[in-house]
């Protein structure tokens, strides 16, 4: 199956019942500009709450028992929604946080195998997680994405243990090769 190279749409995206059932379907609806919010919008108090609009669980807080488990944290909720599907696809178990923070309070931080993290989230930044999580003694792979294209940015990352800094726009290829790097054999 070939996908279209992920891209960051001024634009929001709704989920329908039957979307993220193929790579092709979760590649194509990754949307909608970083923005600061000072509250929680309701989309993002019903995903806290464990609910979508339909009263069920989100696509983005299934796990899969016996897979490598892959925790998303980006503050863009497209992204959120988009890129599980993709991984659920690639075979991998998957859990979405807004914030560093929610990672954080969640159960899911020993539990997590690779981190896919936003370079730039409000709060605590994705490097700023890697470091606390290490700090912690919960050193994890971390593959970080980010809008900004930056040769400098992506040196010094890997340099300071990345496993990847993919840039947005980014293919399944770019993500997958990241992927086998962070989680060899899976």
């Not at 931080?109 to 470091?131: F, R, W």
């Amino acid at each position: 199956m070939k996908l279209k190279a992920w891209s960051v749409l001024p634009q929001r995206l709704d989920r329908s019942p039957d979307t993220g059932r193929n790579v092709e379907e979760a590649s194509s609806r990754i949307g909608v500009q970083h923005t600061l919010v000072s509250r929680l919008s309701e989309t993002e108090a019903r995903i806290m709450r464990g609910m979508t609009k339909r009263g069920r669980a989100p696509s983005h807080a299934r796990a899969v028992p016996g897979k490598a488990l892959v925790s998303v944290v980006d503050d863009d909720e497209s992204v959120r929604e988009s890129l599980p599907d993709l991984l659920r696809e690639l075979g991998f178990s998957v859990q979405a946080f807004a914030s560093a923070g929610e990672f954080l309070a969640s159960s899911h931080v020993a539990s997590t195998h690779c981190l896919i993290l936003d370079l730039a989230m409000p709060g605590m930044t994705g490097p700023e997680l890697k470091d606390e999580l290490t700090r912690l003694g919960h050193a994890k792979q971390v593959i970080f994405i980010t809008a900004r294209a930056d040769e400098s940015v992506r040196r010094r990352l890997v340099a300071l243990g990345a496993v990847a800094c993919l840039f947005k726009p980014f293919s399944e290829q770019e993500l997958r090769a990241a992927l086998d790097v962070a989680l060899p054999g899976s």
